[in-house]
């Protein structure tokens, strides 16, 4: 479906003035109209006594009623208050009986179910604060309008429990082809909006995404970032700001390359996550690649059982940001990445050498400049120089059930070693052409 057609979707309504009163509602909505889910919810709040109670019987002689906004005096005769605190975090409710009752003349409910002599009373918060001594006086004024012997019992239901509840909820009705719109794009918006509050994914939970639109691709790039952070350790990855952000791993004393990035792919048919290297992608590194003139270097076809794909290129940069690549053919490639080419002709070109490097390509492939956009980016424009390397990229295949089936736990996971063993694996190999 449509992004644009998600229900809670406000227009509008980019800010937070409003985020409190509309994540109410629409729990709300969620709640009332996915009985799923609100089971769920009643199960975590209500004591097992009190949960039997109400719905140990074929024909109850009540029903449930959920609200809005509404004043304590019309919430009258209760036998039993449940105080709801929905944060950011989790709140110690066993400390409410020490502290003091905010003093509200006319309080409302953010959200209250009503269910026989049981009333449940919700305070919203989306950020950390505590709004103990908000729903404390919430439930003293409802409790003033009940009998003397009605009790108040303070729950905590954090925004991270409500996220489970849902997705526990969802997760059961795709199982039977019975997905709740309400919950669905409930669940959606928040994820949007407060992806702090979801739990990481393991790949085991993560389907490959389909197609660029899948939410997959979010779940999958979110807990890939989490694996780079824990292979060499946070403070070894770096943030690549802009357009196409990315966290990779950075290796700036490897010599050859300075990032090591870990995605995924289709080849072929298959689906796999992916280790890419640039050995070369600048002369400097190209100096610590072709360290010997002993020709083109012959690539594995394996890493530790993996397909190992070997795509050489030359890169034309200006101002340090490439402007295209031109691939070789393999034959080409035996006389394009040597140290012999390298040292001729890595480096830069200023506008009034680009013929005689134009010569130089035509002997090696006559039709190259159809095959890059070099007429376009190089010769029609207004750039005075450009800038030539030599590298090659190198992408590690591991099957995705096989990565899937190695995550098997949120921190230092089989993965983890797995991906490290490999990378450093490349390494080697590189390390010894």
């Given at each position: 479906?449509?992004?644009?057609?998600?229900?809670?979707?406000?227009?509008?309504?980019?800010?937070?003035?409003?985020?409190?009163?509309?994540?109410?509602?629409?729990?709300?909505?969620?709640?009332?109209?996915?009985?799923?889910?609100?089971?769920?919810?009643?199960?975590?709040?209500?004591?097992?006594?009190?949960?039997?109670?109400?719905?140990?019987?074929?024909?109850?002689?009540?029903?449930?009623?959920?609200?809005?906004?509404?004043?304590?005096?019309?919430?009258?005769?209760?036998?039993?208050?449940?105080?709801?605190?929905?944060?950011?975090?989790?709140?110690?409710?066993?400390?409410?009986?020490?502290?003091?009752?905010?003093?509200?003349?006319?309080?409302?409910?953010?959200?209250?179910?009503?269910?026989?002599?049981?009333?449940?009373?919700?305070?919203?918060?989306?950020?950390?604060?505590?709004?103990?001594?908000?729903?404390?006086?919430?439930?003293?004024?409802?409790?003033?309008?009940?009998?003397?012997?009605?009790?108040?019992?303070?729950?905590?239901?954090?925004?991270?429990?409500?996220?489970?509840?849902?997705?526990?909820?969802?997760?059961?009705?795709?199982?039977?082809?019975?997905?709740?719109?309400?919950?669905?794009?409930?669940?959606?918006?928040?994820?949007?909006?407060?992806?702090?509050?979801?739990?990481?994914?393991?790949?085991?939970?993560?389907?490959?995404?389909?197609?660029?639109?899948?939410?997959?691709?979010?779940?999958?790039?979110?807990?890939?970032?989490?694996?780079?952070?824990?292979?060499?350790g946070e403070d070894r990855t770096k943030e690549i700001p802009g357009k196409y952000y990315r966290l990779v791993i950075a290796v700036d004393n490897w010599g050859w390359a300075n990032e090591v990035h870990v995605g995924y792919c289709k080849h072929g048919r298959e689906n796999y996550l992916k280790i890419d290297i640039y050995p070369g992608d600048t002369k400097a590194q190209g100096r610590n690649l072709f360290k010997l003139d002993n020709g083109a270097i012959q690539w594995p076809n394996d890493v530790k059982g993996y397909k190992l794909v070997a795509e050489p290129y030359m890169k034309f940069s200006h101002f340090n940001s490439m402007l295209f690549w031109f691939v070789p053919t393999e034959e080409d490639?035996?006389?394009?990445?040597?140290?012999?080419?390298?040292?001729?002709?890595?480096?830069?070109?200023?506008?009034?050498?680009?013929?005689?490097?134009?010569?130089?390509?035509?002997?090696?492939?006559?039709?190259?400049?159809?095959?890059?956009?070099?007429?376009?980016?190089?010769?029609?424009?207004?750039?005075?120089?450009?800038?030539?390397?030599?590298?090659?990229?190198?992408?590690?295949?591991?099957?995705?059930?096989?990565?899937?089936?190695?995550?098997?736990?949120?921190?230092?996971?089989?993965?983890?070693?797995?991906?490290?063993?490999?990378?450093?694996?490349?390494?080697?190999?590189?390390?010894?052409?």
């Amino acid at each position: 479906m449509d992004r644009h057609l998600n229900i809670f979707e406000f227009f509008n309504n980019n800010g937070n003035e409003y985020d409190e009163n509309n994540l109410s509602r629409a729990f709300a909505l969620c709640i009332k109209y996915d009985t799923v889910l609100l089971d769920h919810i009643l199960r975590q709040v209500l004591d097992q006594h009190l949960y039997n109670s109400l719905f140990n019987t074929d024909n109850p002689a009540y029903s449930i009623e959920i609200d809005l906004q509404k004043r304590p005096a019309e919430l009258t005769g209760f036998t039993h208050i449940v105080a709801i605190a929905c944060c950011a975090r989790e709140l110690d409710t066993s400390n409410i009986s020490c502290i003091a009752a905010r003093t509200t003349e006319e309080p409302k409910t953010d959200l209250c179910i009503t269910i026989n002599d049981v009333c449940l009373v919700f305070e919203f918060k989306t950020t950390p604060e505590d709004c103990s001594a908000q729903l404390k006086c919430q439930a003293e004024k409802v409790k003033s309008f009940c009998p003397d012997e009605a009790d108040i019992i303070y729950k905590d239901l954090n925004w991270k429990k409500i996220v489970i509840s849902l997705l526990n909820a969802l997760s059961l009705q795709k199982q039977i082809n019975s997905e709740n719109q309400f919950t669905r794009d409930f669940a959606r918006f928040l994820e949007k909006k407060h992806p702090d509050w979801f739990p990481q994914r393991l790949l085991k939970n993560i389907s490959f995404p389909q197609n660029d639109a899948d939410p997959n691709n979010t779940y999958l790039n979110s807990r890939l970032d989490q694996l780079k952070t824990q292979i060499f350790g946070e403070d070894r990855t770096k943030e690549i700001p802009g357009k196409y952000y990315r966290l990779v791993i950075a290796v700036d004393n490897w010599g050859w390359a300075n990032e090591v990035h870990v995605g995924y792919c289709k080849h072929g048919r298959e689906n796999y996550l992916k280790i890419d290297i640039y050995p070369g992608d600048t002369k400097a590194q190209g100096r610590n690649l072709f360290k010997l003139d002993n020709g083109a270097i012959q690539w594995p076809n394996d890493v530790k059982g993996y397909k190992l794909v070997a795509e050489p290129y030359m890169k034309f940069s200006h101002f340090n940001s490439m402007l295209f690549w031109f691939v070789p053919t393999e034959e080409d490639y035996q006389t394009t990445h040597t140290r012999a080419f390298f040292d001729n002709y890595a480096g830069r070109y200023q506008k009034h050498q680009w013929n005689e490097f134009e010569k130089v390509m035509d002997s090696i492939d006559p039709n190259w400049k159809t095959k890059c956009e070099y007429s376009q980016k190089i010769t029609n424009s207004n750039r005075t120089y450009f800038d030539l390397s030599l590298g090659t990229l190198l992408t590690v295949l591991i099957p995705y059930t096989k990565a899937q089936e190695l995550d098997d736990r949120e921190i230092d996971s089989s993965l983890v070693k797995e991906l490290k063993s490999t990378i450093t694996s490349l390494r080697n190999i590189v390390d010894s052409k």
